[in-house]
C-alpha cells in the first residue's frame, strides 16, 4: 500500500516561509492528482492546493499569490513551497493523492506566530 510522507512543517513568525515536501513510497497511478490540505483547530479540513499529472493547479483563495505547488512525477513528490505567512494558515497540512484510490499523509504541523 502506498503512504505518503510529510516533511518540512515547524514554527515560524508571521511573513516567513516554510517548504512542506511529500513523499509517496511506491508508484502511484499515471494520471493523478497530489496535494495539500489543511486542518485548524475548531475547523474543517480544507483544501490548500492541488496539482495534476500534467501540472495543472487549484489554488484555495486565501493562498493564491503566497503558496506554490510542484510535483516530481519520476519521484513520486510534491512540494509546497509557503511564503508571507499568516498567523491563520496556522494548521495541521496533510498530504493528499487521488487516482483509482485515495491516499492522505499523517499530517505535519505549520504553527506562525504573530
Known amino acids: 500500500q502506498v503512504q505518503l510522507v510529510e516533511s518540512g512543517g515547524g514554527l515560524v513568525q508571521a511573513g516567513g516561509s516554510l517548504r512542506l515536501s511529500c513523499a509517496a513510497s511506491g508508484t502511484i497511478g499515471s494520471r493523478s492528482v497530489m496535494g495539500w490540505y489543511r486542518q485548524a483547530p475548531g475547523k474543517q479540513r480544507e483544501l490548500v492546493a492541488t496539482i495534476t499529472t500534467g501540472g495543472s493547479t487549484n489554488y484555495a483563495d486565501s493562498v493564491k499569490g503566497r503558496f506554490a505547488i510542484s510535483r516530481d512525477n519520476a519521484k513520486n513528490t510534491v512540494t509546497l513551497q509557503m511564503d508571507s505567512l499568516k498567523p491563520e494558515d496556522t494548521a495541521v497540512y496533510y498530504c493528499?493523492?487521488?487516482?483509482?484510490?485515495?491516499?492522505w499523509g499523517q499530517g505535519t504541523q505549520v504553527t506562525v506566530s504573530s
Open positions: 493528499y493523492a487521488r487516482w483509482t484510490v485515495v491516499r
